[in-house]
């Protein structure tokens, strides 16, 4: 019977013990997100504040590595600028010749028709030709 009433309060004591690990584990958790939420909501503070001062009690290494990361901050930021404008000038060159690629494309296209055509206009313009030169041999003739 002492054996029973000792698994019944070790049973019980791993029960408890495990519930409140499971408890452990959600607080833990909470804590853990919580931790993520402030963390972001600072780090959309600092970088929303671009004037953002650090504390007084900052090391002056810590200080010149932020004003380092700044200048290098700003010169990639110009290098994107200047990347993206040339970018911009490229697709304005390549829209430009495309137009004029279709351009000279429609051109070549009416000159083709046009070659085409013209064997069938030099018949009828000889045809008209002689047609005036069989009237005249025709009013020779009579």
């Not at 939420?37 to 970088?47: A, P, T």
């Not at 004037?51 to 290098?79: G, I, T, W, Y």
């Not at 911009?88 to 296209?109: C, I, V």
Request: aromatic residues 4%.
């Amino acid at each position: 019977m002492i054996q029973l009433a000792s698994k019944n309060v070790s049973s019980a004591n791993i029960s408890s013990t495990q519930s409140e690990v499971v408890q452990l584990r959600e607080e833990l958790a909470m804590r853990d997100q919580l931790v993520q939420q402030l963390s972001q909501e600072l780090f959309r503070l600092v970088k929303g504040n671009q004037d953002f001062m650090p504390a007084p009690e900052v090391s002056e290494q810590h200080q010149q590595e932020v004003s380092s990361l700044r200048n290098q901050l700003q010169k990639l930021e110009e290098q994107v600028t200047f990347y993206q404008e040339q970018i911009e000038s490229r697709d304005e060159e390549a829209h430009q010749l495309r137009q004029t690629t279709q351009e000279l494309t429609d051109r070549t296209r009416m000159l083709e028709q046009v070659v085409q055509e013209l064997p069938r206009i030099y018949k009828e313009k000889f045809a008209e030709r002689m047609n005036a030169v069989k009237d005249r041999v025709a009013k020779i003739q009579q």
